[in-house]
């Protein structure tokens, strides 16, 4: 191979100067390189095609991964004041328990048994 490349590239005339049977012989001598590359070529297509795929399959398992990261997250705390409120109100309408009608010790611990009751359900 190596010597028919430099067989084209030694022999490069200008084509306005070389003859119709030249010019023919450089065509086929040309066009005999060029199959004579081709299967170099096709393997180098499936190298690339296989690169491609690699990569491919590589994002695309980073992404599952990083999916699973964020579905496995605990979830951001927020502030939940006021549905700490809510659900005390609720908790007391629920239980039918008017806690105006109770005195402060006896609310107290209804609400403690109540939040306590709901944080072993989570």
Do not use: C
Not at 46 to 65: F, G, M, P, S, V
Not at 93 to 111: C, L, S, V, W, Y
Request: hydrophobic share 30%; aromatic share 4%; glycine share 4%.
């Amino acid at each position: 191979m190596a010597n028919k490349s430099t067989k084209v590239s030694s022999t490069m005339e200008d084509p306005k100067n070389m003859s119709k049977e030249q010019l023919g012989d450089k065509r086929k001598e040309i066009t005999e390189y060029y199959k004579g590359n081709i299967p170099h070529l096709e393997t180098q297509l499936k190298y690339e095609q296989l690169l491609r795929d690699i990569e491919k399959t590589r994002a695309e398992r980073l992404q599952a991964q990083m999916y699973i990261a964020q579905t496995m997250a605990p979830a951001p705390e927020t502030e939940g004041i006021p549905e700490v409120e809510s659900e005390m109100k609720e908790n007391f309408n629920e239980m039918r328990i008017d806690p105006t009608k109770m005195d402060g010790a006896a609310a107290a611990e209804q609400i403690k048994k109540t939040l306590k009751r709901q944080s072993n359900d989570v």
